[in-house]
């Protein structure tokens, strides 16, 4: 997994309640197992007709906001199944985290174990960052837990297991090859 420490990136405003895991990637998309290719698809019934003709009213076609690499939203983002495929499609796109009023639980960790962070932000803070020109950079601090603007700070808290797993880009499986080691004295001690 990609280290997360501190990041810089412009964002996108998608400012809907209730954001559900089927919105995020239609179910039609689900057949890979593969966390790569997802991308494209992300909001496809927003993003796209029938036969991906663009909806050039759709937020992230608007090409200001084309590069944008968190997304700011409402509240429940990633409701619905627990398809882990909604988190890989956000990454896959080029999201490095999102800004929400609350997530589903599901959601939430899905989007931990891959590297996406989720951040809790009260209603004033999201109205703050959703008025943010599509130019404006946001940094984001993790190790502070901070959220910096040009002109604000915001605060976010996470849980320091997670907030230590990401500055160090592990995930679970990067955590037991810190033991690999102690794993092969193991095996070989008891064949």
């Keep these: 997994m990609e280290k997360f420490t501190i990041y810089k990136g412009t964002s996108v405003p998608l400012m809907n309640d209730n954001i559900d895991t089927d919105q995020i990637i239609p179910k039609q998309f689900l057949k890979a197992i593969d966390k790569k290719g997802f991308g494209k698809n992300l909001f496809y019934e927003w993003r796209y007709s029938k036969d991906y003709e663009e909806n050039p009213d759709f937020m992230l076609n608007k090409p200001q906001y084309r590069k944008a690499s968190l997304l700011i939203s409402g509240d429940n983002f990633g409701s619905g199944s627990s398809r882990e495929h909604a988190a890989w499609a956000l990454a896959d796109y080029g999201f490095r985290a999102i800004i929400a009023g609350s997530?589903?639980?599901?959601?939430?960790?899905?989007?931990?174990?891959?590297?996406?962070?989720?951040?809790?932000?009260?209603?004033?803070a999201l109205k703050s960052l959703a008025q943010l020109s599509s130019q404006e950079?946001?940094?984001?601090?993790?190790?502070?837990?901070?959220?910096?603007?040009?002109?604000?700070?915001?605060?976010?808290?996470?849980?320091?297991?997670?907030?230590?797993?990401?500055?160090?880009?592990?995930?679970?499986?990067?955590?037991?090859?810190q033991y690999e080691q102690a794993i092969t004295a193991y095996e070989q001690k008891h064949q």
């Design 103 to 124: 997530y589903s639980d599901i959601f939430y960790n899905n989007s931990l174990k891959n590297g996406l962070l989720p951040i809790v932000q009260p209603k004033e």
């Design 137 to 177: 950079e946001i940094t984001i601090d993790l190790p502070h837990q901070l959220i910096q603007t040009s002109t604000e700070n915001f605060y976010f808290e996470i849980d320091p297991i997670w907030k230590d797993k990401l500055i160090n880009g592990l995930d679970d499986i990067g955590i037991t090859l």
